[in-house]
């Protein structure tokens, strides 16, 4: 784990073992982490998502290719609604789109969002926990 | 007079490695934009995990890359033994490096020979298959099986190798080295291919790290990041080897870049057979498997894959099953990053960009 006074101190953040639990703006943040020289952040490996039941949290998996650091950034979404960081690195827009697909998620900016793997037609996010297939169009629900 | 037309490559299309649609933008043959549409292999191995206990997951991972299975077995084993705190012996883990750079070549070949097919030629394909049959059987012979092996559990691999397989192994790698020089010299100064090839599809490094473009793609636009060297995992921290790259950012520049990997994969191979012949150990941490319950945590494996970085993040909630599994591959951003790279070009040069990039789809969609 790198050290991280430098991020606590500028924004509200919390410390956990494995990732870094971000309060504050994500755009900001990850802006910060990418463009400062002692980090220099200038890839974000994935987005996973994880449906913890009370909110969604979305890990952020940074890395410095220069650095060779990597670095989880966590921020917990509680209104199916975040913030789109398709502005800060671009290979966020299909991470994206999927975790839409899959958890329900508008992403704020990101305004070409669509369903990646399921048909638009679809209904439900299928990697909820509370989803359960009912839709009556498939053969094994007739 | 020109007309714009939209033309849908796709998505059954022999080129495009699998199912993949392409919705291109045309100014008579120049590309004006390309949306890649994907989905169409999709499985649900991230929700087919959370129904079935870790070891019942483990036959299913291989078919998340088929070409390279043996990465993604390993991505699986190595997240689920971090969690558990198991140590694996030494033993266990040149055999799984052994295994993964035979695969590795194996996948390249593929490459080779399949890109060589989008440009045209139709013989490299054969001569690459004879070639990645040689190591197809070495691992029919060690797993059972051709493609979808199972052969790494957790705490080690499935049984031992036998000094006769090392033999076999130690005779293939031998002979290889003769096949590459002979592609090189169809290949490498091949007008027909270099016309095809160089500085089309130019990948540009501040590109390729802002659409997060790893493994050779990402080596081949001059950024020197290979997994295996500069985070060690398994054994690699223990062999010697060079990593390829290349500054000329275009299709030339990858196809030098793999043709390099295979070379560098032989040589970890001969030290691991090295390593193998002369040391005995235990192959296996025996653990029981059948009623794994994982303490409660994450962890997320980094493993270079022959197509870039490949993740496993497991989140274990304390029960039988994961709580989440999430797969990240590197096929998955490079057909994000297509429509950058054929902008501009003639028509004709779509698929031999996305050849160059080594793409296949069961990776993407998972």
Known sequence: ?142 | MNKIIKLNVGPQHPSTHGVLRLITELDGEKILSVEPVVGYLHRGMEKLAENRSYLQYLPMVDRVDYLGSFFTSYAYCNAVEKLLFVEVPKRAEYIRMLCMELNRIASHLLWLGTFMLDLGASSPLFYCFRDREVILSLFEELTGQRMMYNYFVFGGVRHDVSDDWLCKVSSFIANLPKSISDYEKIITENPIFLDRTLNKGILKPQTALQFSVTGPNLRASGVEVDYRKVMPYSVYGDVDFVISESNRCDSYARYLVRIQEMKTSLDIVKQAVLYLKNNSDNYLTKINSLNLKIPEGEYTSYVESSRGLLNCYIKSDGSPKPYRVKWRTGSYYSVQVLPELVKGLNYNDLIAVFGSLDVIMPEVDR
């Not at chain 1, 890395?63 to 960081?85: D, F, M, P, R, W």
């Not at chain 1, 502005?87 to 966020?92: G, I, L, N, T, Y």
């Not at chain 1, 305004?111 to 299928?126: T, Y």
């Open chain 1, 1 to 142: 784990m790198i050290d991280v006074s430098v991020i606590s101190e500028k924004f509200n953040i919390e410390v956990n073992e494995t990732k870094i639990i971000c309060n504050c703006d994500i755009i900001r943040l990850l802006e910060f982490l990418k463009n400062t020289p002692e980090y220099n952040f200038n890839m974000l490996t994935s987005i996973v998502a994880v449906d913890m039941i009370s909110g969604i949290e979305l890990i952020y998996q940074l890395y410095s290719t220069s650095n060779n650091i990597i670095l989880n950034v966590s921020k917990i979404i509680e209104n199916n609604l975040a913030q789109s960081v398709v502005e800060v690195f671009k290979s966020a827009y299909f991470d994206e789109c999927e975790i839409y697909d899959m958890f329900g998620i508008n992403f704020e900016g990101n305004n070409k969002i669509k369903r990646l793997f399921m048909p638009e037609s679809w209904i439900g996010h299928p990697l909820l926990k509370s989803y359960k297939n009912e839709d009556m169009r498939l053969a094994w629900n007739e």
